[in-house]
């Protein structure tokens, strides 16, 4: 009989930011197993379960032995296996005692090209309990471990590899015990409860009492699902008692997943510190809240810290009195240290620390970070000039950027670099701007992420990000497959975004992408081992903009087609794709699209002959293309118009008008004539022509 199928691991704690990619992982790869042997339906459901302390997943409608299947193998071709009487050759004679058959048991049929022999058998069924524990040790070997340890097991001789010593394994076919032995276990029907507040045996009488009895018995929800929608249901509801918010969603999202994965029977309470210490900078609190303590820090109407914040326990009681005070003194000193800290730091102005980044060093073949700061700031000055900004601003926004590495709040706390020079720069007396943009010169830090929003910040982040990548590239260190230890993928992109979504200011010669990475290697013209590589960088980047187009949803076909005209212009890129996609939309794009394609090849061929060539009108002896002469002496400047104007979806369509005199030409004009000069004059016709359609984008590239 079909009976549901319970496998459950039960381990030691589970690393929590991993333990959700675990449990799907171990679900899956059991599940698809299961198909692949026949045991479970392709289209048959599954529940997933992960708590810190087991991996578990339970299937519907597992078979206990597979249906036997037919098996069909081809064998050698009648030509090759019938000799010209008829007669079975050596060959179909050793085919078929490899297939232990006889050649008169064989079968002829066709393949679909040819006729061939083939045998015919039936095998059996898979045994689920010959099948389960192979496939239990193919999951436990494609989860996504970063780091295994080595454990002994109780016999005090063997020892055994896994990411946390494993003490239960539970599989259940209904109600009987599938026998299986995995890392020193073998199987049972014992689940295990909450290690404080549940029962430490709980005996399964049937797979589909798993998470009842956990839950009833053990204090434990078993599904990662349902705990964290509980918690994120007790923790707004608490907030909303309390009148406050759980702030950014973004921040609130992987903290919720992180304590999912640290509680089995979770509880929200309501912590408080002293009101005192919302004079450090919020950030600083927040980040110990949120990184050291898990805790959730709660916010007011207007953003602002408040003094309580939320507890995710993982003990249910009835007085919580001493958990909220264990929590309270825990994270005070890690308060104070951030106050102390911040006051520390403000004693010394940023400027005054500058001189002391000529002792960090930030790469042995770049130099220091006083090093790196000049060429950033020589980038910076450039780039705010372009972008319509101030290069004084840039340049002194630059200067203090990374002053902040220098202090105690920023050692302790390394993901508060760029934020702390914010706060200290302010202290200083620094202008809003500069300060602003000491914040904003790390974004975007992650994909999806905010770009800086002045012109300044803007300026310095380009800045930082483009020298990032001319060194680090110059000096060989090129990102390889998953390998990118200095980010140089995530700084492209973030030149890529900037670029394109934040352009430069009315009346500004907005900067290319080509001009900004020549100009980012002639920084390091001191610097012995970085080799010049624009061309080389340039692709590199360009492909970043190829992948961030394709997940902003354009096609392929129209990104190729733009960036094969122009992969500079970053901040018109995406004008040209909404242009090209409204040209998709007339009658007459395809057609011309083929043309073009057409044109290309046959230019191609003539290997520049037409390049730079002037008409010669008398030359024009056919009615066709002195037609399409005509309409290209209409048609061309009223284009050249629309493109002056940046309005590329107007000239595209200006374009449209040239469909029929285009086809006309190719029906009624031989481009190869026998005549040199003729076939010289249309070529250059069709130069001219080609040169005007694919002003745009390379139409040819639109053609099916």
């Not at 030509?79 to 050649?103: F, I």
């Not at 620390?353 to 006083?370: D, E």
């Not at 110059?474 to 990102?479: C, Q, Y």
Request: charged residues 25%; neutral net charge.
């Amino acid at each position: 009989m079909n009976q549901p199928l319970l496998i459950e691991l039960f381990t030691e704690e589970l690393p929590p930011k991993a333990l959700a990619r675990l449990g799907d992982s171990f679900a899956t790869t059991l599940v698809d197993g299961l198909r692949a042997q026949g045991l479970a339906p392709a289209g048959g459901t599954f529940d997933v379960f992960a708590t810190p302390r087991r991996l578990a997943v339970r299937i519907a409608d597992v078979r206990g032995r597979a249906e036997d299947r037919a098996v069909e193998v081809k064998g050698p071709s009648v030509a090759v296996a019938l000799d010209a009487a008829g007669a079975p050759t050596l060959a179909l004679r050793k085919w078929a005692d490899k297939q232990g058959a006889r050649v008169e048991d064989l079968v002829r049929a066709s393949d679909g090209k040819q006729e061939c022999f083939f045998h015919r058998s039936t095998a059996s069924g898979s045994s689920l309990a010959q099948a389960v524990q192979p496939l239990i040790e193919q999951a436990l070997a494609k989860l996504p471990i970063p780091k295994v340890m080595q454990y002994q097991l109780a016999d005090g001789r063997t020892n055994v590899s896994f990411v946390r010593p494993a003490h239960g394994l539970v599989v259940l076919h209904g109600s009987q015990v599938v026998p299986a032995s995995v890392l020193g276990l073998q199987s049972g029907g014992l689940t295990h409860g909450h290690r404080f507040q549940g029962e430490a045996d709980i005996e399964l009488p049937h797979a589909d009492d798993y998470e009842s009895l956990l839950a009833g018995r053990g204090h434990v929800v078993a599904s990662f699902t349902e705990r964290r929608a509980r918690i994120d249901a007790a923790l707004r509801e608490r907030a909303a008692a309390l009148g406050v918010s759980l702030g950014d969603e973004s921040q609130v999202a992987p903290l919720l997943d992180e304590v999912c994965a640290l509680v089995e029977w979770p509880a929200v309470y309501v912590g408080a510190f002293e009101r005192e210490f919302l004079a450090v900078p919020q950030e600083c609190l927040i980040l110990t809240m949120r990184t050291n303590q898990k805790y959730f820090p709660l916010f007011d109407a207007q953003g602002r810290l408040d003094h309580r914040f939320l507890i995710v326990s993982n003990m249910e009681v009835a007085d919580p009195s001493l958990i909220v005070d264990g929590n309270q003194r825990v994270v005070r000193p890690r308060l104070a240290d951030a106050r102390f800290f911040f006051e520390q730091d403000k004693k010394i102005r940023l400027v005054d620390r500058t001189p002391q980044l000529g002792s960090v060093v930030y790469h042995a073949k770049l130099g220091t970070q006083a090093q790196r700061t000049d060429r950033v700031r020589a980038l910076a000055r450039h780039l705010a000039a372009a972008l319509g900004g101030d290069a004084e601003t840039a340049d002194r926004a630059a200067l203090l950027a990374k002053a902040d590495l220098l202090t105690g709040m920023v050692g302790e706390f390394p993901e508060l670099q760029g934020s702390m020079g914010r706060h200290y720069a302010l202290h200083d007396g620094e202008s809003a701007e500069i300060a602003q943009a000491i914040a904003e010169h790390y974004q975007p830090r992650f994909a999806g992420d905010a770009l800086p929003a002045t012109v300044t910040g803007t300026a310095v982040a380009l800045a930082d990000k483009l020298e990032t990548l001319a060194g680090i590239w110059g000096i060989g260190s090129i990102p390889t497959g998953d390998r990118d230890p200095f980010a140089l993928r995530r700084h492209a992109l973030g030149v890529v975004r900037m670029l394109i979504e934040r352009p430069s200011a009315a009346g500004a010669e907005a900067p290319t992408l080509r001009g900004l990475l020549e100009l980012a290697f002639a920084q390091f013209s001191a610097v012995p081992a970085v080799t010049a590589a624009t061309d080389a960088l340039h692709a590199f980047v360009v492909d970043r903009l190829r992948g961030w187009l394709r997940e902003r949803g354009h096609p392929v076909a129209d990104i190729d087609a733009v960036l094969a005209v122009d992969a500079d212009r970053l901040d018109r890129v995406l004008p040209r794709l909404e242009a090209i996609a409204a040209f998709r939309a007339l009658p007459e794009a395809q057609s011309l699209a083929a043309a073009n394609k057409r044109i290309g090849n046959i230019l191609r061929k003539a290997d520049g002959a037409a390049t730079g060539v002037a008409i010669d009108r008398s030359l024009l002896v056919e009615p066709a293309e002195r037609a399409l002469d005509a309409a290209l002496a209409e048609i061309a400047p009223r284009a050249e118009q629309r493109l002056a104007a940046l309005d590329y979806a107007g000239a595209l369509t200006t374009l449209a008008a040239l469909r029929a005199p285009v086809d006309a030409f190719f029906d009624g004009v031989m481009v190869n004539a026998d005549d040199a000069r003729l076939k010289g004059n249309r070529l250059a016709l069709l130069e001219g022509l080609h040169r005007l359609m694919n002003r745009v984008a390379d139409l040819s590239k639109l053609a099916s």
